[in-house]
């Protein structure tokens, strides 16, 4: 019964900013690890935001690493991603997605996930 919900997505130009949300319901994890992906169209799904519940430090690869914040509610179980200085090299679908069991910061690839969100589109013109 496991769900994620994203919200947030749109249109906007480049240099502008969109922050997206992500809840999950059906259960409170006690360890477990929060992501964001995003996939353009012909090409793989790429993490772009890691982060670890009982580690504060979140995971950027350098493409965001800057302009991309990612931070959580761990009482509502909710996922956010600031983006500042959109290009448009970031359109994409964007994904949050979560994996319940022992995880790192550094685990990026999708197989590794076990929960997924319906995701939502961003687009920078």
């Known amino acids: 019964q496991v769900q994620l919900v994203e919200s947030g997505g749109g249109s906007v130009q480049a240099g502008g900013s969109l922050t997206l949300s992500c809840v999950a319901s059906g259960y409170t994890f006690s360890y477990y690890c929060l992501a964001w992906f995003r996939q353009r169209p012909g090409e793989e799904r790429e993490g772009v935001a890691v982060?670890?519940?009982?580690?504060?430090?979140?995971n950027y690869p350098d493409s965001v690493k800057g302009r991309f914040t990612i931070s959580q509610d761990t009482d509502k179980n909710a996922v956010f991603l600031q983006m500042n200085n959109l290009k448009p090299d970031d359109t994409a679908m964007y994904y949050c997605a979560l994996r319940s069991t022992y995880c790192r910061g550094t685990y990026s690839e999708p197989s590794r996930y076990t929960y997924w969100g319906q995701g939502t589109q961003v687009t920078v013109s």
């Open positions: 982060v670890v519940n009982r580690d504060g430090t979140p």
